[in-house]
């Protein structure tokens, strides 16, 4: 709940007054506000927990975390909206 | 070390195992916070790792399972009204309340959607202008500046039908909390690493100064919390008690300010209730009075019903770090991640759901009769 994903800023866009980056997370690309790390830049690598960016770390840990993450299976809680069904009980 | 091999710094990673072990002179206690950090730990084998040198206990920081029931009810109360649309993070979806919980409630008609971001509500307002949404806001620190920012952004487009349904809580009271209990044993904290991106690690000294109680600001890899963990055994070993930055790549001293800033502007500090472990004086946010008009608690009606929870389960004590989940007696047989009892299984970041999952075959079911 707590984790912050990495993910790559492959554009920044102003959106209803809000700074809004396409980030890339693996082949998966997500809007993340960047309101909280206004030095962010596109090329830039930030963690973002819930949708917003809350920080910029650099491309190799960024990486590093990144497969490490997907190796433990969290990645589809973290990024996907859809739940899985509850299991018959 | 079957589940470390999967892991391609193994090799560094058995070398701290193999330091943290050498240092140790005692089995020292030590709690992570953080229910990811947990899950790494488990993942990988890593208490199997350390041997006797440490013994790994699990903090409350899960805030699925710390949500109460009673919001969890309220939620589901929510949900099944006909002009709300409840909104929440996947993961709340299979928490039960007393007696049902939001999936089911969804199943039946209730209008209950998952979003990844709170933004996600505050879109969902906007383009159904006849619906009140109501997002289901729980989480820790490193939620609550998104929240902020939804109710910021709710503001600024004049929306009039989206309302939070908060319950936030905050670690160092949590900690505060373990520290004063006579039964306490844990004796150094690896503190929770994108908590403490959003708000530094400040409240941290006043901890260490108060109980004397080395602090370690740790990530969430295998090596991070091994990392974390030699520097937690090698304060106690040299009498030490310091807050100390393991996660330098993420964390800074004066962490986020402008989320902490987003915050300050919406939320202010609050008592709060934790599930398992019951009422912490000011331990959570709450909306200021000037949001009240975002609040689903002054917007609706909402009945308070005090719940309890089932006599067998143990998490409060699991919680506080006293006992481990495999003490339990119902551990794996009448309690499980389907069905839960209580608050640590019912997330998987939870401490009973992480052991339930990674460490099942070490509990004899059968020898428990």
Known sequence: MCLAIPGKVAQIVEKDGIRTGRVQFGGVTRQACLDFVPEAQEGDYVMVHVGFAISVVDREEAERTYALLESMGVLADELSPDPAPPAES | ?369
Request: charged share 25%; hydrophobic share 40%.
């Open chain 2, 1 to 369: 070390m079957k589940y470390l091999d999967e892991y391609r710094d193994a090799r560094i990673a058995r070398a701290l195992g193999a330091e943290i072990r050498r240092r140790s002179t005692r089995p020292w206690v030590l709690m992570e916070i953080c229910g990811g950090q947990t899950h790494t730990l488990m993942r990988y084998g890593i208490d199997e790792l350390l041997g006797d040198s440490v013994q790994l206990v699990h903090g409350p920081g899960c805030p699925v399972c710390v949500t109460p029931l009673e919001t969890i009810d309220r939620a589901i109360a929510l949900a099944r009204r006909p002009d709300v649309t409840l909104v929440s993070y996947g993961d709340m979806l299979r928490v039960p309340g007393s007696e049902t919980d939001l999936f089911h409630v969804k199943a039946e008609g209730g209008d209950v959607r998952i979003v990844y971001s709170p933004s996600d509500a505050v879109q969902l307002a906007r383009s159904q202008p006849g619906r009140k949404v109501v997002f289901f806001a729980i989480g820790f620190e490193t939620t609550a500046p998104a929240h902020a920012m939804a109710v910021l952004h709710a503001e600024r487009l004049g929306l009039k039908n989206f309302s939070l349904l908060v319950s936030h809580v905050l670690v160092p009271p949590a900690i505060r909390t373990l520290l004063s209990s006579p039964n306490n044993r844990v004796q150094g904290f690896i503190a929770p690493g994108h908590v403490c991106t959003v708000v530094g690690y400040r409240d941290y000294e006043d901890l260490v100064r108060e109980f004397r109680v080395p602090i370690v600001v740790g990530g969430f890899e295998p090596l991070d919390l091994l990392e974390a963990i030699r520097m937690l055994v090698m304060q106690l070993e040299e009498g030490r008690a310091e807050v100390e930055n393991q996660y330098v790549r993420s964390v800074q001293y004066e962490g986020n300010r402008p989320a902490q800033e987003a915050i300050a502007r919406v939320f202010e500090v609050a008592d709060r209730k934790w599930r398992g472990i019951g009422p912490i004086p000011v331990s959570g946010l709450r909306l200021k009075d000037k949001y009240a008009a975002f609040d689903a608690e002054c917007i609706f009606e909402l009945a308070t019903v005090c719940a309890e929870e089932p006599a067998e389960c143990i998490s409060a004590e699991v919680l506080l770090g006293h006992k481990k989940p495999t003490d339990c007696t119902a551990f794996g047989t009448r309690c499980t991640p389907d069905k839960p009892l209580g608050a640590p299984m019912v997330s998987s970041e939870g401490a009973c759901a992480a052991y339930y999952q990674y460490r099942r075959h070490l509990v004899s079911i059968a020898s428990r009769g």
